[in-house]
């Protein structure tokens, strides 16, 4: 099936600093990927969505000024957590969708990063 | 809101009997209905969809779910389960917005499987 990395799995880092997360699609071109955001022992909250080389669609509540979404090609997608507090602290996954693909109803996710700011 | 529903926190079974994680749904129109397995600091992985076509989906796993129009449900079955089963389990629905869709997930089930 269809492969969906992120980097990194786990990051710890102090508050005010910025982080980058990364997600590739390793076999198939994602022209939509999705930001989820997990707080523990509840459901995926969807951030954004973007396509490949527009700007991203925030869900409402979302400061899109804070949590950056790049998808500048059609296997990378990065979500840049900017002057992160305390309270940023979860598990974010990605996910990614191949729309024009054989199976255009499927989306595959990654294995999540687990952000801990100190 | 189109939305899902999962009305049970945790289900709890003895390995080798079977198993259902109860969802229904609240959509306008065909549902497009999903099913997602989450282990332990991971990602969610893929079990099985409904879109159109047979009520019965089987799915990864020997997972299957029944579609059922007239309850609105989508419940996960599996006929004999294994501790390694042992897992969080989200049902979802891909709402559809204009030309955009998205995955709306329900709050998750925990299913426990002991020996």
């Known amino acids: 099936g269809a492969v969906v990395s992120q980097h990194p799995s786990r990051v710890i880092c102090k508050s005010g600093t910025s982080v980058k997360i990364e997600c590739r699609s390793l076999d198939f071109q994602a022209t939509t990927m999705f930001w989820y955001r997990q707080f523990p022992k509840q459901s995926l909250m969807l951030m954004a969505t973007?396509?490949?080389?527009?700007?991203?669609?925030?869900e409402q509540g979302v400061e899109k000024d804070k949590f950056l979404i790049n998808h500048a090609s059609l296997t990378l997608s990065t979500l840049t957590v900017t002057s992160a507090h305390p309270e940023d602290s979860s598990f974010y996954i990605c996910s990614a969708r191949d729309s024009v693909g054989t199976r255009p109803h499927e989306q595959y996710f990654g294995p999540g990063t687990r952000l801990t700011v100190t | 809101a189109q939305s899902v529903a999962q009305p049970e926190d945790q289900v709890n079974v003895a390995e080798g009997n079977p198993l259902t994680v109860k969802c229904t749904y609240s959509?306008?129109?065909?549902?497009?209905l999903f099913w997602y397995v989450q282990y332990p600091n991971r990602g969610l992985q893929f079990l099985l969809k409904?879109?159109?076509?047979?009520?019965l989906v089987k799915g990864s796993y020997g997972f299957e779910a029944e579609f059922n129009k007239s309850q609105t449900s989508f419940h996960l079955k599996k006929p004999s389960a294994l501790v390694s089963d042992s897992a969080l389990y989200f049902c979802?629905?891909?709402?559809?917005?204009?030309?955009?869709?998205?995955?709306?997930f329900g709050t998750g089930t925990r299913l426990q499987v002991t020996l």
């Open positions: 973007s396509n490949e080389g527009s700007k991203a669609t925030y």
């Open positions: 959509v306008s129109g065909n549902p497009y």
């Open positions: 979802a629905v891909r709402v559809f917005t204009g030309t955009a869709s998205k995955l709306t």
């Open positions: 409904y879109i159109t076509g047979d009520n």
